[in-house]
């Protein structure tokens, strides 16, 4: 019997590859204006189905991927694939704004027609900035076409603990995260595969061969003067990061002995390595259609498993490197900025400010922020102030839209909603969260003051402005947590 990929159940009707086939790397091959055929391309994912790669991830914008999808997913409709209806897999990555029910709808609505399928089997959201509460609207939206059909399952990509920890309290139902994880970058084996594994949400892996890296034809080899793609591009930061092409080396050596003990590649051992870990439900492999595959080699991660010597020469080696700082998907929204482009701070930039400032009538001198909140006019105070140089920012609540309390009971979900709506406002008004120095914290309950401490310290940890910890005993509403701030611009 012909060997396939494990397979491994998500949901009840959601069973996928644990190997997935990224088709990241379209947008790649069409980066310099070439014309890629998607009736040929499609043969190729037939290629891939039929040998048991049948889960596909895409983006809405890796190029044409999805439309070359939906010529594959024609053909299996014609009966011309002889395997299961494959799973077709994609992302929305909206610019931030106003995320209404049309919106939302038109985006499903176009990568149903691009996948020529009527439901998408799993649609993975990405968001720029959280200080922009759209994605709550989106997410919501997302979940009532689901409960109508139009989507099967719901998953995200380059969340952070926080913010997927708040979907997941809100009620909203997902299956994925999809986090970059590697022998480079293990910063979701930390608190991201803990909360995944307590929640039932799987890990979708990539990056696990670091733009190929983490491979033989790198062992021995000396860096790269020019990246020949951007996947390349993007890993050689990563490289930076732990410690330089030595630190690399380090790790293939490694790598380079189990595989040796094991009759298998360098790059089967880095993959191996990132699918025993905690809560790891596939990994994302880049396919080239057309141009090359892997397929036969990709099938070696299911003959073996690293045994303790194994992890133990392993973690010799990245025992030797520095840790790359932060949570998943940080590389997208704050420096270093891992990406293949670079510094995005001009694009984040771009994106227009969730609240505007306007001066007050009666001190012109003064800017405030008003959220659209009908308690602003009615208590008579502003979200936020400018005086002079001063930014001050009332105890802020998580409080959504026009009412809606968000993750009630989650004090540690609230209190990351609050600072997102903090740094909105602060923005607004010409300042950063580098120029917090001081906030208070008023609890409902002094239990909750670890959880809420550590929200606090994922946003403040590098600023350390002063703090003041408090147990109300009661807040108005129904609130875990309340948070005030000020800050002073340089």
């Given amino acids: ?52 790669f049948d889960t596909f991830d895409m983006a809405d914008h890796y190029g044409s991927a999805e439309i070359i999808s939906g010529h594959f997913n024609e053909l299996h409709r014609a009966g011309k694939v002889r395997a299961d209806r494959p799973v077709l897999a994609t992302k929305w990555c909206p610019t931030p704004g106003p995320m209404t029910p049309d919106v939302v709808r038109a985006a499903v609505d176009r990568a149903c027609g691009r996948l020529c ?43 952070d603990t926080g913010h997927l920890r708040l979907l997941h309290d809100h009620g909203i139902p997902l299956v994925t995260n999809q986090a970059c994880f590697s022998l480079l970058d293990r910063r979701a084996a930390g608190d991201m595969s803990a909360f995944c594994a307590k929640s039932g949400i ?4 990539y990056g696990t061969l670091a733009g190929g890296l983490l491979t033989e034809k790198w062992h021995g080899r000396a860096r790269p003067s020019q990246a020949a793609d951007w996947s390349t591009m993007k890993y050689l930061r990563f490289v930076d990061q732990i410690g330089g092409w030595d630190a690399l080396q380090a790790i293939l050596s490694a790598a380079h002995q ?73 590389e997208y929204r704050r420096p270093p900025f891992l990406t293949a482009s670079g ?9 227009p400010k969730v609240y505007q400032a306007e001066p007050m009538p009666e001190r012109p001198d003064r800017l405030r922020i008003d959220t659209g909140s009908i308690w602003e006019p009615l208590a008579g105070y502003s979200r936020a102030v400018k005086v002079g140089n001063r930014i001050l920012v009332s105890g802020t609540t998580a409080t959504h839209g026009a ?25 607004a008004l ?38 003041t910890l408090l147990a109300a005993g009661a807040l108005i509403g129904n609130y875990d947590v309340e948070i005030d701030a000020e800050a002073i611009i340089d």
């Fill in 1 to 52: 019997m012909t060997r396939r990929p494990d397979r491994i159940t998500l949901a009840p009707d959601l069973e996928i590859s644990r190997i997935l086939c990224g088709l990241w790397q379209i947008a790649d091959m069409e980066k310099d204006g070439r014309a890629l055929d998607p009736a040929a391309l499609a043969l190729d994912m037939k290629a891939y189905a039929e040998a048991g």
């Fill in 430 to 467: 010409g300042g950063e969260m580098e120029d917090v120095v001081r906030t208070r914290v008023y609890l409902r309950d002094q239990n909750d003051w670890e959880e809420v401490s550590k929200a606090h310290g994922r946003v403040f940890g590098h600023i350390r402005p002063a703090n």
């Fill in 202 to 205: 799987g890990l979708l892996a």
């Fill in 258 to 330: 189990i595989a040796q003990k094991h009759g298998v590649s360098i790059g089967n051992v880095a993959t191996r390595w990132v699918l025993e870990q905690k809560a790891i439900a596939g990994i994302i492999i880049g396919a080239r259609l057309g141009e090359r595959e892997h397929r036969a080699d990709n099938l070696k991660i299911f003959d073996f498993a690293l045994d303790a010597d194994d992890h133990r020469v392993l973690d010799q080696a990245l025992a030797l490197t520095t840790p790359i700082q932060g949570d998943c998907g940080d």
């Fill in 117 to 159: 399928a009527d439901r998408i089997d799993l649609l993975q959201f990405h968001w720029w900035t959280f200080q922009h509460p759209g994605w709550i609207d989106a997410m919501k939206e997302l979940t009532r076409l689901k409960q109508e059909g139009r989507i099967g399952h719901l998953g995200t990509t380059n969340f």
């Fill in 343 to 351: 510094d995005l701070s001009h694009h984040l930039a771009a994106f």
């Fill in 403 to 427: 009412g809606e309390v968000i993750a009630p009971g989650s004090p540690a979900s609230q209190a990351v909603y609050i600072l997102d709506k903090i740094r909105a406002s602060i923005e």
